[in-house]
């Protein structure tokens, strides 16, 4: 599917909110999951946004580009919507929220300048990150060039191969982190100051109860729909979380009889995810 790409295609899914002011960091740390405090200007890590009970509202990137300064890459678009959900905690902070107009483009290929968790910042206030590994590279770009092509699909396999989730509005609030394998990509942390939905996270981490976790699957045909059961010899054993088909990712009990696994009647494998993404 990628043969047919240009070498930098658009990606007009992928949303970016800025969160500018002397509070951004704090305001920042109060509501996502990971520790911004570990980000140096120039670097980002995964992150997640969490309701009370611990379950996902979103899964983004977080940029620190400069003191005051943070970039939310939100993956599954939302941008607008992910601010204004954000707007009702900023109460007397220091913090302005606003939906950044440069275009995200992409690249199967490995980065020229950024490398792991260190972004490449230009003068002209494009950006490039590494968003791959070794054994899928990968570049996103973000900038006010615009890219031919969209390149969603071919983009949207490779994250879920490399264990990104990508969740459709539908499946927001239904996993918790664990669930959805953010501790492979390091996208939360468990020992800093309180966030939303912290102590389930902290809780399930220290406590070891964690029962289910994610599994990349193959072979997913066109219109199955996340939320789709995962049937191993004609039991439910699980669901599907995010597709884009021929893969999926499905969360699966971590303790579990090897049956052949069905989805809509068809059969699929499971194949292992591939590791490198972590940040």
């Given at each position: 599917?990628?043969?047919?790409?240009p070498p930098?295609?658009?990606?007009?899914e992928?949303?970016?909110l800025?969160?500018q002011?002397?509070?951004a960091?704090?305001f920042a740390?109060?509501?996502?999951?990971?520790?911004?405090t570990l980000?140096?200007p120039?670097?980002?890590?995964?992150?997640?946004?969490?309701?009370?009970?611990g379950?996902?509202?979103a899964?983004l990137?977080?940029?620190?580009?400069g003191?005051?300064?943070l970039?939310a890459?939100?993956p599954?678009?939302?941008?607008?919507?992910?601010g204004?959900a954000?707007?009702?905690?900023?109460?007397r902070?220091?913090v302005t929220?606003?939906?950044?107009d440069?275009?995200?483009?992409?690249s199967?290929a490995?980065?020229?300048?950024?490398?792991?968790n260190?972004a490449?910042?230009a003068?002209?206030?494009?950006i490039?990150l590494?968003w791959?590994?070794?054994g899928?590279?990968?570049?996103?770009?973000?900038s006010?060039?615009p890219a031919?092509?969209?390149?969603?699909?071919?983009?949207?396999?490779?994250?879920?191969r490399?264990?990104?989730?990508r969740l459709?509005?539908?499946?927001?609030?239904?996993?918790?982190a664990?669930?959805?394998?953010l501790?492979?990509?390091?996208?939360?942390?468990v020992?800093?100051?309180?966030?939303?939905?912290?102590?389930i996270?902290a809780?399930?981490?220290?406590?070891g109860?964690a029962k289910?976790?994610?599994?990349?699957?193959?072979?997913i045909?066109e219109?199955?729909?996340?939320?789709?059961?995962?049937?191993?010899?004609e039991?439910?054993i699980?669901?599907?979380?995010c597709?884009?088909?021929?893969?999926a990712?499905?969360?699966?009990p971590?303790e579990?009889?090897?049956?052949p696994l069905?989805?809509?009647g068809?059969a699929?494998?499971?194949?292992?995810l591939?590791?490198?993404l972590?940040?």
């Amino acid at each position: 599917m990628t043969d047919n790409l240009p070498p930098r295609f658009s990606l007009p899914e992928i949303g970016l909110l800025r969160l500018q002011g002397p509070d951004a960091e704090v305001f920042a740390q109060s509501q996502l999951a990971n520790d911004v405090t570990l980000l140096a200007p120039g670097q980002w890590q995964w992150s997640c946004w969490l309701n009370a009970k611990g379950r996902v509202l979103a899964v983004l990137a977080l940029l620190r580009i400069g003191e005051g300064d943070l970039l939310a890459i939100l993956p599954d678009g939302g941008a607008a919507e992910f601010g204004q959900a954000l707007q009702r905690f900023v109460f007397r902070r220091k913090v302005t929220l606003r939906v950044d107009d440069r275009q995200a483009s992409g690249s199967f290929a490995s980065a020229s300048l950024a490398s792991g968790n260190t972004a490449a910042i230009a003068a002209d206030g494009s950006i490039e990150l590494d968003w791959g590994s070794a054994g899928l590279p990968r570049v996103l770009r973000i900038s006010r060039d615009p890219a031919a092509g969209d390149g969603s699909a071919p983009w949207r396999q490779a994250d879920l191969r490399q264990g990104l989730p990508r969740l459709a509005a539908d499946q927001r609030e239904s996993w918790t982190a664990q669930q959805l394998g953010l501790d492979r990509l390091n996208g939360y942390s468990v020992r800093k100051g309180c966030y939303p939905g912290q102590e389930i996270v902290a809780r399930t981490h220290f406590l070891g109860k964690a029962k289910r976790a994610t599994v990349l699957l193959h072979g997913i045909d066109e219109g199955v729909a996340a939320g789709s059961a995962v049937l191993a010899a004609e039991a439910s054993i699980g669901q599907i979380a995010c597709v884009a088909a021929p893969y999926a990712l499905a969360v699966l009990p971590l303790e579990r009889e090897d049956l052949p696994l069905s989805v809509d009647g068809q059969a699929v494998s499971q194949l292992p995810l591939l590791d490198g993404l972590q940040r």
